[in-house]
C-alpha cells in the first residue's frame, strides 16, 4: 500500500531517558516524576534526523510500577506525557505513545487488575501493532530501537526491523550484538545519533 508510512518506535529507558539511580541505596529504577528525565545526549539530534527523513516517531514502554505497587498509574502517565513536552522543545514530534502497565506477578499494594500475563508487554507485540495500526505505519519500513533483548524481541514479533542502542561496557548486551537470529538486531551504534546514521544509510 502507497499510502503506508515509514516509523520509528522507541522505547524509553535505557533508550531515550536515562534510569534513576541512588548511590546510597544501590538502586537502579524508571523515572517516575518529570523532574527525573534525563534525556540521553544525541537523542534530540538522532530523531530530528530521522524525523526529517519522513519517519512517524512514536514510543512504547513496558511499566510494571503501578502493577507492582510501586508508583500510581498516574505518575507513568504525568513523566510520559513531560518527556513528549521536552522532546517537542527540541523540534521532536512524538505522535503515539503506548504504554504497558501489566505484570505477570503483580507485587504488594499493586493493582490486581494490572497483575496479569499480557500480549503488549514487550517483548510481546502488541504495544507495537497498536502504533501500526494507529499510525498506519508499514511494518517492513519500520523500525523498533530499544536497548535490551526485550526490544528486539518484540521488534520480530510485530514484523519490523530491530535497532540497538549499545552502550561500551554493558557486557550483558554482548550476545545481542554478536549473537544468533532472531535476537541479532539490524543495527547497533552506541547512541542514538550514531543509530539514526547507521538506519539513514540502510
Known amino acids: 500500500m502507497t499510502d503506508w508510512r515509514r516509523g520509528i518506535v522507541l522505547d524509553r529507558d535505557g533508550t531515550l531517558i536515562d534510569f534513576v539511580r541512588d548511590p546510597e541505596l544501590g538502586s537502579v529504577v524508571s523515572a517516575f516524576h518529570p ?48 518527556l513528549v513536552d521536552m ?14 502497565l501489566h505484570h505477570p506477578g503483580g507485587g504488594p499494594g499493586g493493582d490486581p487488575a494490572l497483575a496479569l500475563a499480557c500480549t503488549c508487554r514487550k517483548p510481546g507485540p502488541g504495544m507495537l501493532l497498536a502504533l501500526v495500526a494507529k499510525l498506519g505505519l508499514d511494518p517492513a519500513q519500520s523500525w523498533m530501537i530499544g536497548d535490551a533483548a526485550v526490544d528486539i524481541g518484540a521488534a520480530r514479533a510485530a514484523g519490523l526491523r530491530a535497532g540497538l542502542v549499545f552502550e561500551r561496557g554493558r557486557c550483558e548486551m554482548c550476545p545481542l550484538r554478536h549473537g544468533p537470529d ?18 539513514l544509510q540502510s
Open 35 to 82: 523532574d527525573q528525565l534525563r534525556i540521553y545526549p544525541g537523542v534530540p539530534e538522532g530523531l530530528r534526523a530521522l524525523q526529517d527523513a519522513g519517519f512517524a516517531l512514536a514510543i512504547a514502554t513496558n511499566q510494571p510500577g503501578p502493577a507492582k505497587g510501586q508508583i500510581p498509574e498516574s505518575a507513568v502517565h504525568r513523566t510520559n506525557a513531560a
Open 87 to 100: 522532546l517537542a522543545a527540541e523540534g521532536v514530534r512524538i505522535e503515539a505513545v503506548e504504554v504497558c
Open 182 to 199: 532472531p535476537l541479532l538486531p539490524d543495527a547497533v551504534a552506541g547512541n542514538l545519533a550514531d543509530l539514526a546514521r547507521v538506519i
